[in-house]
């Protein structure tokens, strides 16, 4: 069962959070960071605001990683394929774009990515082979 989990670095300051199983053979926390169950860390380190922009970079997609998803998504409706983290990711977006649209003023709370973009990527790219 997979389980909000927030990145702390040495400092104990929030980094980003994942969704995670916890199995560390499966996956492991960045060099210098710890993994602690979200229901587990004070929920004032959330209080910092975020930009749209700013939000997608801390969760790991950049301007060139979200062009390549777009080509991504682009070639497997091509192909007539469907990538379920392709999907998850677009509806994540979708989220972020609708409140970004009502205000684009920085905001404490933003939806959090269902995947990597690794995970997506990567699993789009495998259907494409």
Do not use: H
Request: glycine letters at 2%.
């Amino acid at each position: 069962m997979n389980n909000k989990y927030v990145i702390l670095d040495s400092n104990n300051k929030y980094i980003n959070s994942v969704v995670w199983n916890g199995d560390l053979s499966v996956w492991q926390p960045p060099a210098g960071t710890t993994a602690v169950p979200a229901d587990q860390v004070d929920p004032s380190i959330f209080n910092e605001k975020y930009t749209a922009e700013q939000w997608l970079v801390k969760c790991g997609y950049t301007s060139t990683q979200l062009i390549v998803l777009l080509d991504l998504e682009s070639r497997l409706k091509e192909k007539n394929k469907t990538s379920d983290k392709m999907v998850q990711v677009r509806e994540w977006l979708n989220q972020i774009l609708a409140t970004f649209s009502q205000t684009q003023e920085p905001q404490q709370t933003w939806p959090l990515p269902p995947c990597s973009f690794e995970e997506a990527s990567q699993q789009a790219l495998f259907l494409l082979v």
